[in-house]
């Protein structure tokens, strides 16, 4: 088994990766297996709701990393995204990808494990958070808690490895979702359960 975890910061070793990475360590001490894949610096297509990703199969913009993400995470049993956290938001380059993963393979999502994890100076972390909660809500995925939400503070580069109870907070998440997905792949085949078909509610007629 293997977990996805995305770093949605531009600094490749910033401490939003310092958070995923205590994450991934305890993963693999658990025995399951993670990759963390960055964003990086480069731009990011907003989506333009031109549906053509449901003619394709994938995003129709193939010059950034969308495409490459939704791959991933087809190879990957769960995922975590991690974020640092801008006026109490995710970072907006990582909503984009987000947005575009999700909507052009939502087939990938379905019923894997899920985690956001948010890093700040000082405050704002939880309606980060919320932000992405709301993608893993609509998709059917377990969302994997801690013992606190999961938020580790720093605002210099590395500091986050100082939060000691930040830090442990990552641990026991990684902990936890080693359990949750040992526990779903007990069972083969895994029974997910039967969905209803979807009944849209549109309330302009």
């Known amino acids: 088994m293997k977990v996805l975890l995305i770093n949605g910061s531009a600094r490749a070793n910033g401490n939003t990766h310092i958070a995923l990475e205590e994450v991934g360590k305890t993963l693999q001490e658990n025995g399951i297996g993670y990759e963390i894949v960055g964003i990086g610096a480069k731009p990011v297509h907003g ?11 994938r995003c129709v913009f193939d010059d950034d990393l969308c495409n490459t993400l939704a791959d991933k995470l087809a190879g990957s049993d769960a995922v975590v995204v991690g974020t640092p956290t801008y006026y109490g938001q995710p970072n907006g380059a990582l909503l984009a990808l987000m947005q575009r993963v999700f909507y052009s393979r939502p087939d990938l999502a379905q019923h894997k494990p899920a985690a956001g994890v948010a890093v700040c100076r000082r405050g704002g972390a939880t309606a980060a958070l919320q932000s992405l ?57 895994v029974q997910y359960p039967e969905r209803e078909e979807w009944q849209p509610m549109h309330f302009i007629r």
């Open 47 to 57: 989506c333009i709701a031109c549906g053509r990703c449901r003619e394709l199969g």
């Open 133 to 189: 909660s709301m993608m893993f809500q609509i998709l059917n995925m377990p969302m994997v808690t801690s013992q606190y939400w999961n938020i580790a503070y720093g605002r210099e580069q590395g500091q986050a490895a100082l939060d000691t109870e930040g830090m442990q907070t990552m641990r026991t998440l990684g902990r936890n979702m080693a359990f949750l997905l040992k526990s779903i792949h007990s069972a083969e085949p």
